[in-house]
């Protein structure tokens, strides 16, 4: 129970965290310190993934981000409440939601200054204000225009605006992305558990950060040999992406990536699919030469934090293929196969046609794939067999 009152207090504080930063932690901990809430609920909007631009970090990022930053803080907890709910979520609903978990508890909302003065604005506002007390922590240039805004809330829901003391947010999502985004340094406008982390796998790092941090990543994972293979992908990839004004980033970022899990054990690749939640990972132990793509696609999103659609899903049917491969799906594909090391019978012919056609290229070279597992009496994934299908009709 809070200090000050027979009930008990909860604070609910949120937003984009996009990334977390010093301001979101002094305002954390002065709400803590002068309302000595029972427990303080940072919960972390959901986001669209970041398919056009790249410089925001995704919903998982963001909510490992605040764990780690708040690991110490005893009475504060990082939600992932909205991050797991379809749709947009409103405050109105994750106040709907606290309130039924805690029918108890007083609730506080703690905003800045320029989400409080549009409070009139959010969904259903009433029933929000009826359900929370906001708590605001001011710019000193808005004292006047908060404190009036304040006096109309109160005149008109009758609910009483507190003010968090001496909680300055200085420091600006926009300017701090944009930092990073140049790989200079943010010195202590972020804190160090959540610079690090971004720092480790590259997210809201420049385009050649992170490709560094992929090559690293990949070069670590597997054999020495496998490695140049990689390489060569790389090398591969970005001669078709440009050959086609294909986005030149996802290429690489896709073929440096693409064999990431490739040298983990049968056991591994099922755990890994598990843990990353992969559908139709029964297929493993039937053909377990597809599993790594699969797993890759997990490796990427789960340990490195990339949320562009586009490359995970490169990364994820570069192997099978599948019915309807974007650009982006069959330039990974087809320069896995014709990377300049490869020698097989008939590659020449798949290295010629994915520089004039890509769909004649995938429908070559899924022929040949089938062709060889025909010959082995070996299993041939749905996603292929749907693949020849697609690309067949294609042809017609
Ligand atoms: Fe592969
Ligand atoms: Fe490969």
């Known amino acids: 129970?809070?200090?000050?009152?027979?009930?008990?207090?909860?604070?609910?504080?949120?937003?984009?965290?996009?990334?977390v930063h010093r301001g979101h932690v002094r305002v954390a901990r002065?709400?803590?310190?002068?309302?000595?809430?029972?427990?303080?609920?940072?919960?972390p909007c959901r986001m669209p993934p970041h398919k056009e631009k790249s410089d925001g970090g995704s919903d998982e990022l963001r909510f490992r981000m605040l764990s780690?930053?708040?690991?110490?803080?005893?009475?504060?907890?990082?939600s992932d409440f909205e991050l797991k709910k379809e749709g947009v979520s409103y405050t109105?609903?994750?106040?709907r939601e606290l309130k039924r978990r805690y029918p108890e508890a007083e609730f506080m909302?703690?905003?800045?200054?320029?989400?409080?003065?549009?409070?009139?604005?959010?969904?259903?506002?009433?029933?929000?204000?009826?359900?929370a007390t906001p708590c605001v922590y001011a710019r000193g240039d808005s004292a006047e225009e908060t404190a009036a805004y304040a006096a109309a809330l109160e005149r008109d829901f009758g609910v009483k605006t507190r003010y968090i003391k001496g909680a300055v947010d200085d420091v600006s999502s926009t300017e701090l992305r944009d930092k990073i985004?140049?790989?200079?340094?943010?010195?202590?406008?972020?804190?160090?558990?959540?610079?690090?982390?971004?720092?480790?796998?590259?997210?809201?790092?420049?385009?050649?950060?992170?490709?560094?941090?992929?090559?690293?990543?990949s070069e670590r994972s597997v054999e020495r040999k496998r490695f140049l293979h990689i390489l060569r992908v790389e090398k591969a990839a970005i001669e078709l992406a440009e050959h086609y004004g294909e986005n030149v980033f996802k290429a690489r970022a896709a073929a440096l990536l693409h064999d990431v899990t490739k040298r983990k054990s049968a056991e591994e690749q099922q755990r890994m699919a598990e843990e990353f939640g992969i559908p139709g990972a029964g297929e493993f132990v039937k053909s377990p030469k597809v599993a790594h793509a699969f797993t890759a696609a997990g490796y990427a999103e789960h340990r490195l934090y990339v949320d562009d659609p586009d490359i995970l899903d490169a990364?994820?049917?570069h192997t099978t293929g599948r019915a309807g491969m974007s650009r982006l799906e069959k330039i990974?594909?087809?320069?896995?196969?014709?990377?300049?090391?490869?020698?097989?019978?008939?590659?020449?012919?798949?290295?010629?046609?994915?520089?004039?056609?890509?769909?004649?290229?995938?429908?070559?070279?899924?022929?040949?794939?089938?062709?060889?597992?025909?010959?082995?009496?070996?299993?041939?994934?749905?996603?292929?067999?749907?693949?020849?299908?697609?690309?067949?009709?294609?042809?017609?």
């Open 1 to 19: 129970m809070s200090e000050h009152s027979g009930k008990m207090v909860i604070g609910l504080y949120g937003g984009s965290f996009d990334p």
């Open 30 to 43: 002065a709400f803590v310190k002068q309302f000595k809430p029972d427990k303080l609920i940072i919960m």
């Open 68 to 78: 780690a930053v708040f690991a110490k803080d005893k009475k504060t907890e990082v």
């Open 92 to 95: 109105v609903e994750t106040l």
């Open 109 to 131: 909302l703690v905003v800045g200054t320029d989400m409080f003065l549009t409070l009139r604005e959010w969904k259903e506002a009433a029933e929000l204000l009826s359900l």
């Open 181 to 217: 985004a140049e790989d200079i340094g943010v010195g202590r406008m972020m804190p160090r558990a959540a610079r690090k982390l971004i720092d480790a796998v590259g997210a809201y790092h420049s385009e050649t950060y992170r490709l560094e941090v992929y090559r690293a990543e």
């Open 315 to 317: 990364i994820r049917y």
């Open 332 to 396: 990974i594909f087809l320069a896995d196969g014709i990377e300049e090391g490869r020698t097989f019978a008939g590659v020449d012919e798949i290295r010629a046609a994915a520089f004039e056609d890509l769909d004649k290229a995938m429908l070559i070279s899924l022929e040949k794939t089938k062709e060889k597992i025909d010959g082995k009496g070996a299993y041939l994934h749905p996603y292929t067999a749907e693949a020849i299908d697609y690309f067949r009709n294609a042809a017609k």
